[in-house]
């Protein structure tokens, strides 16, 4: 059965502070992983996609990437509106398109 | 804003009864997913809808039912309600060539 693992469950940094977080999956034909971004009451926000081992992306101050096991969403120097919960997706080869969260990170940072 | 539209963004009934949320893709998208999000059990996939046909399914009760019309929108029909369904319900939509979901802003459902 597929199993997605976000850790850990609450962070809390002081403005500046860097920081990653994990999401560690056991899949069967991992089609892609995603980054989603979700703030209180709303829809989650797309942030990134991987597909292979080795493979990295960035946007502004957030940088993913993506090993056979497991992915780090780096946060660099966070500012206050950083915070949210930080979703992990993955889609695997036997159930389709349909994605499967981890249950988030929750982010507060600091002024 | 994702494009996604989903209406209503509240909805407040009783045990027993039936709803209907509405979901509209983004333009040019032909999927469209229903995801549940509750407290102890995260975000769930439901079902699936390419072009009016579904396509996969999830953990989707017998009580909830969906459906993709021509113009593409989607509903999600939810009947015998119980407390537990109280939840944000999401629809997202994909384009034809591309895995990414875009999601719109949820549906509170609060059953009484």
């Known amino acids: 059965e597929d199993q997605v693992t976000q850790s850990p469950e609450a962070l809390r940094l002081q403005e500046g502070e860097s920081s990653s977080l994990n999401c560690s999956y056991t899949?069967?034909?991992?089609?892609?992983l995603f980054w989603y971004r979700q703030d209180p009451g709303k829809g989650p926000e797309f942030l990134f996609t991987?597909?292979?081992a080795g493979e990295e992306k960035e946007k502004e101050r957030l940088k993913a990437t993506l090993t056979k096991k497991e992915s780090f969403l780096h946060i660099t120097a966070p500012k206050p509106e950083d915070s949210a919960t930080y979703l992990c997706?993955?889609?695997?080869?036997?159930?389709?398109?349909?994605?499967?969260f981890g249950k988030g990170t929750s982010l507060l940072v600091t002024p | 804003d994702s494009g996604v539209t989903q209406t209503p963004k509240h909805l407040i009934t009783a045990t027993g009864q039936r709803v209907t949320l509405r979901c509209s893709p983004r333009s040019g998208d032909l999927s469209v997913y229903w995801y549940q999000q509750s407290l102890d059990q995260g975000l769930q996939f439901l079902i699936q809808y390419y072009n009016g046909e579904e396509r996969a399914k999830g953990n989707i009760l017998e009580r909830f039912s969906a459906q993709q019309f021509p113009d593409l929108h989607s509903e999600l029909n939810l009947s015998s309600l119980e407390l537990g369904d109280s939840a944000l319900y999401f629809c997202a939509s994909s384009p034809p060539q591309g895995s990414t979901q875009y999601f719109g802003p949820g549906t509170r459902l609060t059953v009484l």
């Open positions: 991987l597909y292979s």
């Open positions: 997706a993955v889609q695997a080869g036997d159930s389709g398109y349909a994605l499967n």
């Open positions: 899949v069967s034909g991992l089609r892609g």
